[in-house]
C-alpha cells in the first residue's frame, strides 16, 4: 500500500520471519544464544554470511524488530538498539573516532554527553572543541581534516537553543564531515532527521518511546548519506560495505566488543512504547504549550523558556524545523536559587524526579542536580543558571498542573 500514515506503517511491520505460533504481538525472545544443525550452518552465521542469531549481546530477534520498526519510519539503512541513551552516544563515538581525532560541538550538551567529550574521550586522544553552533562562521573555523563530527542536540537542554540545521549540515558536509545529532527531545513522528541532513541520529529510547518511562534505551539511526572512504577508522568499511560503512563496522566490531546491546525484555517494552509514542506526544507537547504561555502571566515568574512562544529567540527556526509545538519540556526562571527550591518542595502533584517526557509531569532544579558536580564556571560556560527550574510535562490536563504551579509559587 502507498502514501501509509506514520502509525500504520509503525504497526505493521513485518516480522522477519514468521512466527511459530503466528503470535501478532513479537514474543520477547529471552535467550543467550540459538542453536545451528549443522557446523557449516554456524560457521556461516558466525562469519556474518548468514543473518542467523548467534548470541544475543550481538543480534537478538526481539530486538532486532524494535530496531526494524525504527528503520520503517525513518527510512533509515541501519538502526543499532543499545542499553541507554548514553550507550549510543557513546558507540557513535567509538565508531568514528581516533587518537587525534576532533569533535566540533556546543558547551550546550546533556550533561554525561558533555562529561563523555570532556574527560572520558578527551583520555583517548579525542578533542572536543566546544564552539557557538549559531555561528557558522565558528563552526567553519573549528572543523579541519581531523574533525570526525559536528555533533549537536537539536534543541539543547536546559538552555532551549536550537540550530539552522540545513545551514550547519551544508557546512559539515562542505569541510567533509558528518551531522550527527541527538534528536530525543523530538520524537520521530513529528522530526524526519533525515530531510535536515543529519548522516546519523541518536536518540535515548528512555524519554518518549519507552512510553511512561518503563526502561533505559537508545538508538543510533544510520541515514546512510555519508561517504566515509576518508575516515582513517572507517574507510576500509566503506571499500566492502560502501554507505552503509558506519552501521557494518558498530555490528561487526564497535557494538560487539563494547557489549551495550539492548535486552530482549527492554525492547519488548519499548515496542509498545513505540506505538503510542505519537498520541502521547501531540497531547503532552499541546498541554506545555498551552501551560508555557499560562505561565507567563504569573508574578513570581521572570521568564518562561520554551521556543514554542511567540517571543522566544528561536520561535520562528523551531517552527520551521519541529512545527508549532517544539517538545513537551519547558523551563522558567524564578528570582533565586532558594526560591526554586522553596516552589519544588511544595509541589503536590508534579514529581519531584529527573527524566523527560514519562506520562507524569516532572520537576527538577537542574543547577543543584545533573549539573550538580560541575564547578561554578562549568555550569556559568553552559549556561546552566541557578535559577532555572525544568518541566516535563506529562499526560495531566494543563489545569492541573496550573493549579499545582501556581499553588507551589504562593
Ligand atoms: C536522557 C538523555 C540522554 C541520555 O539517555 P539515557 O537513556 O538516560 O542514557 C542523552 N541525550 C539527551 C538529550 C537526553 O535527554
Not at 530525543?184 to 518511562?213: L, M
Not at 560487539?256 to 502521547?280: D, F, K, S, W
Amino acid at each position: 500500500m502507498k502514501n501509509i500514515s506514520f502509525e500504520a506503517q509503525l504497526l505493521h511491520t513485518p516480522f522477519d520471519k514468521e512466527d511459530a505460533y503466528r503470535a501478532l504481538s513479537m514474543p520477547v525472545y529471552q535467550t543467550a544464544a540459538y542453536e545451528f544443525e549443522t557446523a557449516e550452518a554456524m560457521e556461516e552465521a558466525f562469519c556474518g554470511r548468514t543473518p542467523d542469531h548467534a548470541y544475543s549481546r550481538i543480534t537478538n530477534p526481539t530486538v532486532q524488530y524494535f530496531e526494524d520498526r525504527i528503520r520503517h519510519i525513518t527510512g533509515a539503512t541501519g538502526v543499532t538498539a543499545l542499553n541507554s541513551g548514553m550507550a549510543a552516544v557513546t558507540n557513535t563515538f567509538m565508531n568514528i573516532a581516533w587518537s587525534g581525532a576532533n569533535v566540533v560541538t556546543s558547551p550546550h550538551l546533556f550533561g554525561n554527553t558533555f562529561s563523555l567529550l570532556k574527560s572520558t574521550l578527551a583520555a583517548f586522544g579525542v578533542e572536543a572543541r566546544f564552539c557557538d553552533l549559531t555561528n557558522l562562521e565558528e563552526v567553519k573555523a573549528q572543523i579541519d581534516e581531523n574533525t570526525c563530527a559536528v555533533f549537536l542536540e537539536i534543541i539543547t537542554n536546559p538552555q532551549l537553543e536550537v540550530v539552522d540545521l540545513k545551514a550547519i549540515s551544508a557546512v559539515a558536509a562542505a569541510a567533509g564531515a558528518p551531522l550527527i545529532a541527538d534528536t530525543t527531545i523530538i520524537p520521530f513522528s513529528a522530526f524526519k532527521a533525515k530531510d535536515f541532513g543529519i548522516d546519523i541520529e541518536i536518540v535515548s529510547t528512555t524519554k518518549y518511546i519507552s512510553g511512561g518511562a518503563t526502561s533505559i534505551g537508545g538508538v543510533i539511526v544510520d541515514y546512510g548519506t555519508f561517504d566515509w572512504s576518508d575516515s582513517p577508522v572507517l574507510k576500509n568499511w566503506a571499500g566492502s560495505a560502501g554507505t552503509y560503512a558506519f552501521t557494518a563496522r558498530m555490528r561487526k566490531e564497535v557494538h560487539r566488543n563494547i557489549g551495550a546491546y539492548m535486552t530482549p525484555q527492554v525492547a519488548y517494552m519499548q515496542t509498545l512504547g513505540l506505538e503510542t509514542m505519537q498520541l502521547r506526544f501531540e497531547r503532552q507537547a499541546a498541554t506545555c504549550l498551552a501551560l508555557a504561555e499560562r505561565l507567563q502571566t504569573l508574578d513570581p515568574i521572570v521568564a518562561v523558556n520554551y521556543t514554542g512562544l511567540k517571543d522566544n529567540p528561536f520561535y520562528e527556526l523551531s517552527c520551521a524545523q519541529f512545527g508549532p509545538c517544539p517538545g513537551a519540556m519547558l523551563t522558567f526562571d524564578l528570582a533565586s536559587r532558594e526560591a526554586c527550591f522553596a516552589f519544588m518542595n511544595r509541589l503536590q502533584l508534579i514529581r519531584r524526579a529527573t527524566n523527560l517526557f514519562d506520562t507524569k509531569s516532572l520537576a527538577i532544579h537542574p543547577a543543584s542536580t545533573i549539573y550538580g558536580n560541575f564547578t561554578k564556571e562549568q555550569r556559568q560556560a553552559m549556561d546552566v543558571s541557578l535559577c532555572t527550574i525544568r518541566l516535563s510535562v506529562g499526560l495531566e490536563a494543563v489545569e492541573d498542573l496550573f493549579n499545582d504551579i501556581t499553588q507551589a509559587l504562593s
